[in-house]
């Protein structure tokens, strides 16, 4: 048993890395399978700092995404209330709907680079763990006065 469980750690040191995220089309891969937005944020878990800036991240765009559809939906319902009705078109709502989209396009325009610099936090931070097994396993092999042997850290 003990030579059986010592070849797979053996086996399985060598065939484990370190899983590096990476960005296609706006989406996410792990060892090319696409993993989904909310699975990431367990996947970033293992480092904090990449993880707060993701979650900034995503609070810009649902934040400015909320503010530049409100603002359309301003502008359209004004335009179409302009085109049926007798009233003056550009009423405020007009007015209201464009300073909305103005807000939103400083807040939506730094969340992608925010975004890419967390995943290059995580992978910085993983780039080094060659030998990984989830969070917090390691393998080394250990020389001493009493022979050889392993030294597995859970």
Same mark, same amino acid.
């Given at each position: 048993?003990?030579?059986?469980?010592? %070849?797979?750690?053996? %086996?399985?040191? &060598?065939?484990?890395?370190?899983?590096?995220?990476?960005?296609? !089309? /706006?989406? +996410? *891969?792990?060892?090319?399978?696409?993993?989904?937005?909310?699975?990431?944020?367990?996947?970033?878990?293992?480092?904090?700092?990449?993880?707060?800036? *993701?979650?900034?991240?995503?609070?810009?765009?649902?934040?400015? &995404?909320?503010?530049?559809?409100?603002?359309? #939906?301003?502008?359209?319902? $004004?335009?179409?209330?302009? %085109?049926v009705s007798d009233?003056?078109?550009?009423?405020?709502?007009?007015?209201?709907?464009? #300073?909305?989209? &103005?807000?939103?396009?400083?807040?939506?325009?730094?969340?992608?680079?925010?975004? $890419?610099?967390?995943i290059e936090l995580y992978n !910085?931070?993983?780039? &080094?763990?060659?030998?990984? %097994? #989830? *969070?917090?396993? !390691?393998?080394?092999?250990?020389?001493?006065?009493?022979?050889?042997?392993? /030294?597995?850290? +859970?």
């Open positions: 048993m003990k030579k059986l469980l010592s %070849l797979f750690c053996l %086996l399985s040191a &060598g065939f484990i890395f370190s899983q590096q995220i990476e960005i296609r !089309d /706006n989406k +996410f *891969y792990i060892n090319d399978a696409l993993i989904y937005k909310h699975e990431i944020t367990k996947t970033l878990a293992a480092n904090p700092e990449a993880l707060q800036l *993701y979650k900034k991240s995503r609070t810009k765009e649902s934040v400015g &995404g909320f503010l530049l559809g409100a603002g359309i #939906g301003l502008v359209v319902g $004004d335009v179409v209330k302009g %085109l009233s003056d078109y550009p009423s405020g709502f007009t007015y209201v709907g464009a #300073g909305l989209i &103005g807000v939103s396009i400083p807040i939506l325009s730094g969340r992608t680079r925010m975004r $890419d610099k967390s !910085d931070s993983v780039k &080094g763990n060659t030998n990984s %097994l #989830g *969070y917090q396993f !390691d393998m080394k092999v250990i020389t001493n006065s009493n022979g050889i042997g392993f /030294n597995i850290t +859970f």
